[in-house]
C-alpha cells in the first residue's frame, strides 16, 4: 500500500471539512433553487462520490507521519505533471500551500488523488489501463480506483442537465457502491445505503453538485 496519503474520518465520524445542513442554512445566500426526482438523483451520485468517494480513496492508503515531506521527494515529477496540464494551478496549491506543512489530503478530491496513485504509488495500471473501464471480472484495487474516477467523469457528464432518471440512478450507484465497498470495507456499505436514503433539500443539493464540478 502507498503511504503518501490519508486525512480523513470514516464513516459516522466527524469531518471538519464537511458540510451540514446548518451551516449551509445559516451561511448561503437567500437563493431559490427547486428539485426534482431527477435532480435530487444526481445529487445523490455527486454526494456519493464527493464524501465517500474521496474516503474511500484516503482510506485505502496507510497515513504518512508526514505528508509534505512525501509531496517534497516527488516535487519533481509532479512538477513535471503540472508542465503537462495534468495538474491544474488549484491542485498544484493544494499540494504545495505556501506553508508547506499546512498541506492537508482533505483538500484533495477525486481526480487529483487518482493523479497521485497513478503517478507516485505502487499501483500498477489494471490490464485495460487508467484510462478505460476495466471489465466486470477485474476486482483488483487498481481497477476499482479506475472505477471510482470513472463514473465521476460519468456522471459529470450529466451537469448541463443536473438530471438523472431512476433505472440510471440504481445503475450507478450500484456500480460505485461495489467498487467502494471493496476499496474501502463493509462498513462503508451501511453508511452509502444511508446516504440513498436522506433526505435532500435543494440547498444541499445545488451544494454537492458544485463540489463535483471542482
Excluded at 438523483?41 to 505528508?67: E, F, Q, T, W
Excluded at 516527488?74 to 508547506?100: A, C, D, E, F
Excluded at 481526480?111 to 471489465?135: E, K, M, Q, Y
Aim: proline fraction near 6%; glycine fraction near 6%; aromatic fraction near 8%.
Amino acid at each position: 500500500m502507498c503511504t503518501l496519503l490519508r486525512s480523513f474520518d470514516k464513516p459516522g465520524g466527524k469531518n471538519k471539512g464537511r458540510f451540514t445542513r446548518k451551516t449551509l442554512a445559516t451561511a448561503a445566500a437567500p437563493v431559490s433553487f427547486s428539485s426534482t426526482k431527477e435532480a435530487t438523483n444526481y445529487a445523490r451520485l455527486c454526494r456519493l462520490l464527493v464524501d465517500v468517494g474521496c474516503h474511500v480513496l484516503r482510506d485505502s492508503i496507510h497515513p504518512p507521519s508526514n505528508l509534505h515531506k512525501n509531496l517534497r521527494t516527488h516535487h519533481s515529477k509532479l512538477q513535471l505533471l503540472q508542465m503537462r496540464r495534468v495538474l491544474n494551478p488549484t491542485q498544484w496549491g493544494n499540494l504545495y500551500p505556501p506553508i508547506n506543512t499546512t498541506v492537508s489530503s482533505k483538500t484533495f478530491n477525486i481526480t487529483l488523488l487518482v493523479v497521485l496513485l497513478r503517478n507516485i504509488c505502487s499501483f500498477s495500471p489494471p490490464a485495460t489501463g487508467w484510462d478505460a473501464l476495466p471489465p466486470a471480472t477485474d476486482v483488483s484495487t487498481e481497477a476499482d480506483i479506475v472505477r471510482v474516477k470513472y463514473f465521476r467523469n460519468t456522471v459529470y457528464g450529466h451537469a448541463d442537465k443536473a438530471s438523472v432518471d431512476d433505472a440510471e440512478f440504481d445503475g450507478y450507484w450500484q456500480d460505485i457502491k461495489d467498487a467502494l465497498v471493496r476499496l474501502g470495507g463493509p462498513a462503508y456499505g451501511v453508511a452509502i445505503d444511508d446516504l440513498k436514503n436522506e433526505c435532500m433539500d435543494p440547498v444541499f443539493e445545488e451544494h454537492y453538485r458544485e463540489l463535483l464540478k471542482e
